[in-house]
């Protein structure tokens, strides 16, 4: 079984220091870690995508859900497969 969080990102500028300290915090969980966001040399989103793999417990992915749903214009969703 795999524990997939998905972080809809809706201000990256305005949350992103916020978003890397609770990734830090919760590091030796995450097993993989995928960051996207549309750029160009013209233009940079808002917008963005974290995808984490995560290696936790139950208790661990909830508060980490928890603290990640804390955040302005964070979204997150947690998929099992």
Known sequence: M???LILSVEQRKACAIKIQETLTNSGCEIKTRLG???SSSQTCS???LII???IAEKPEIDNLVLQLQKIDYVKVKLVTI
């Open 36 to 38: 996207i966001h549309d």
């Open 52 to 54: 984490l793999e995560i």
């Open 2 to 4: 795999a524990n997939i």
């Open 46 to 48: 808002q917008k963005g």
